[in-house]
C-alpha cells in the first residue's frame, strides 16, 4: 500500500523559507502525479502544487506562484516543496498526496487523490 510521510513543517517568521519533504513508498510513481494541499481549520483543504513523477512537469495554485516550488527526487522516491518569502496566512496544515494517474490538465492536477499523508504543520508569525 502507498504511504506517503511528509516532514519539514515549522514555526518560523513572516519571510522565512522551508523545505517540506514528502516520503513516498509502497508502490512505483513513475505514473503518479504528486500533490501538496494545505488545510486550515474551519476551511476546506486546498491545492497548493502538483508535480509529474516521470516528467517532473509541475503546476501551481496562483497564490503561491514565484515563492513555492515543487520537486521530486526519483531516486530518493521523495517530493519536496520549498517555500519562500513565506507569509502569515501561509500557516495550515501541508498534506502530501498520491493521484494513480498522470495529469493532462490543470484541472486533472487538482483533483483525484488517492493516497494522503499525515500532514505537517507550518506556522508562520508576523
Known amino acids: 500500500q502507498v504511504q506517503l510521510v511528509e516532514s519539514g513543517g515549522g514555526l518560523v517568521q513572516a519571510g522565512d523559507s522551508l523545505r517540506l519533504s514528502c516520503a513516498a513508498s509502497g508502490r512505483t510513481f513513475s505514473a503518479y502525479t504528486m500533490g501538496w494541499f494545505r488545510q486550515v481549520p474551519g476551511k476546506e483543504r486546498e491545492f497548493v502544487a502538483a508535480?509529474?513523477?516521470?516528467?517532473?512537469?509541475?503546476t501551481y495554485a496562483d497564490f503561491v506562484k514565484g515563492r513555492f516550488t515543487i520537486s521530486r527526487d526519483t531516486a530518493k522516491n521523495t517530493v519536496y516543496l520549498q517555500m519562500n518569502s513565506l507569509k502569515p496566512e501561509d500557516t495550515a496544515v501541508y498534506y502530501c498526496?498520491?493521484?494513480?494517474?498522470?495529469?493532462?490538465?490543470?484541472?486533472?492536477?487538482?483533483?483525484?487523490?488517492?493516497?494522503w499523508g499525515q500532514g505537517t504543520q507550518v506556522t508562520v508569525s508576523s
Open positions: 508535480i509529474g513523477w516521470s516528467s517532473g512537469r509541475s
Open positions: 498526496a498520491a493521484n494513480p494517474r498522470v495529469y493532462a490538465s490543470i484541472a486533472e492536477a487538482r483533483t483525484g487523490y488517492d493516497y
